[in-house]
């Protein structure tokens, strides 16, 4: 599976058979710009539906941000009110096009900024100001190259709302007595192992995994020399195994192995080098699975739905299926 620019290597996951959508990728400003009706609610800007949950909401990608573009040209105007004010000495409305009305509405109105005209349009929106379509735009912004490559600028306050990608739910699916819709427990299943397997990856690539030999009088005598650097602790204590040494070779080598956060990968290895290690290897880690899956018991919290898996088929639902 490719999310954004990294790469995420997932086993084979079970596919679910059942028809219309039950969990979906969405950016945070189209989750809260459409309506799907049906099996997925999208959040709408009246609030949050109550057929759709939050599955992960920081899926790494897709981070961009809803703002205001206006042109360069326009150089009395270096902030929101500004804006505001060059809008109501016109005696024509500021033409303003985007593809989030309702989004822009709102962020308008909370400005008392009246005297404009939406339009919309798809496609790219940063060349109608200089065909002449419109004046200015809103528009997603990640880097904000787009705009300055066609004469618009940002302003201080025109940022409406940060966005990145979420996996959202659909609340009466997962929460489902499996007596009413037998997919209920194979779909409960296979979200949680895809949270789990993405929150594990998201950890693991922050760290690096780091295998040395150091010699010692003893394991314990290792691990005490180890546990005067923090950076050697790992995520619960290093790891010490017997180095079986070769006929005639005095005992005494020990194998280490420990994941270290990447940001301080260089001073564990200086640290290894003041505790003898030697045959330093860092390797990249895939996944570090937790002991606990926090978000999997904040989802379930949310569902009102046990949290323990062998619980599915003794107790009661909460949350009426009607629409199933």
Not at 32 to 37: A, D, K, N, P, S
Not at 101 to 123: C, K, T, V
Not at 170 to 178: E, F, G, T
């Amino acid at each position: 599976m490719l999310l954004g620019s990294h790469a995420m290597p997932l086993l084979p996951l079970p596919q679910p058979r059942a028809t219309g959508r039950s969990i979906g990728i969405f950016n945070a400003v189209d989750a809260q710009e459409r309506t799907r009706t049906n099996l997925l609610m999208i959040r709408t800007i009246q609030g949050t539906s109550t057929d759709v949950v939050i599955v992960h909401d920081s899926l790494g990608f897709g981070i961009c941000r809803l703002g205001l573009g206006v042109p360069i040209l326009w150089t009395d105007i270096h902030n929101i009110e500004d804006f505001r004010r060059f809008t109501e000495s016109r005696s024509q409305p500021l033409r303003i096009v985007t593809k989030f009305p309702n989004q822009s509405e709102i962020f308008l109105a909370a400005h008392a900024i009246r005297n404009y005209r939406l339009l919309y349009q798809d496609g790219a929106l940063e060349a109608a100001t200089q065909l002449g379509t419109a004046d200015c735009i809103i528009d997603l912004i990640s880097s904000g190259v787009t705009l300055r490559e066609n004469n618009l600028k940002e302003i201080p306050g025109g940022t409406i709302l940060q966005s990145e990608m979420q996996l959202i739910g659909n609340r009466s699916r997962l929460a489902a007595d499996q007596t009413r819709y037998p997919f209920a427990e194979r779909l409960r299943d296979f979200v949680r192992e895809l949270i789990e397997r993405m929150d594990a990856h998201f950890t693991a690539q922050q760290h690096y995994n780091v295998i040395a030999n150091i010699r010692g009088e003893s394991a314990g005598d290792v691990a005490r020399r180890l546990g005067e650097f923090t950076d050697l602790r790992g995520l619960d204590g290093p790891t010490i195994s017997t180095v079986i040494p070769p006929r005639g070779v005095a005992h005494g080598m020990y194998a280490i192995g420990l994941v270290v956060k990447k940001t301080q990968i260089y001073s564990a290895m200086k640290q290894l080098r003041r505790v003898g290690g030697s045959g330093v290897c860092v390797l990249p880690v895939t996944f570090v699975f937790e002991g606990t899956t926090d978000r999997w018991k904040r989802l379930c919290e949310e569902l009102q739905i046990p949290f323990e898996n062998d619980e599915w088929k003794t107790m009661p639902r909460p949350f009426s299926s009607d629409k199933l």
